[in-house]
């Protein structure tokens, strides 16, 4: 499988309630793309947590990583034999693998991640992804009020402290 030459990954953020979910759902029914099924938060997690660190033990990156997103138990093992293949040992390489292995698990070629919240990263995922496509989703702040709303039509008392 192709690291990124012959596509580019695709990074969707933007805030919350913006149409993020909506624009993974329209790429994901390409049956060429994998997206997984929660928002990507462990890559902020992740990258945080890993990012800086020396002498890293891949295996416990790796079990921790698995713990902290049960969908990829199941690709343990072939993300560990990707990531001793691809011969990167950095966080971008365990990355690779990791996406890799999922999309694969799919029976998907490409691969993409949505995260509302991702977009503090973007430094990083260009460094690491030069050739990625980031899509950034934005949407008027009443429609994104009135979408807020409805998500808490049944507590109003949690959606006026939002404005408060």
Known sequence: MAEQGDFPPIFICGASRSGTTLM???????????????????????????KNKVNIDWHVAL??????????????????????????ESFRGLFIAIIQAFAASQGKTKWGIKCPFMEHELP??????????????????????????????????KFKKLFV
């Open 124 to 157: 990083e995922i260009i460094a690491m992804f030069p050739q990625a496509k980031i899509i950034y989703c934005i949407r008027m702040p009443q429609a994104m009020a009135a979408s807020r709303k409805y998500q808490y039509r049944r507590s109003p008392q």
């Open 63 to 88: 079990d921790d990583f698995c713990e902290r997103r049960t969908e990829f138990m199941p690709v343990k093992y072939d993300i560990w034999t990707r990531f001793q293949n691809n011969k990167d």
């Open 24 to 50: 993974k759902k329209i790429l994901a029914a390409n049956s060429d793309y994998a997206f997984p099924s929660s928002e990507v938060t462990y890559f902020t997690v992740f990258i945080k947590h890993w």
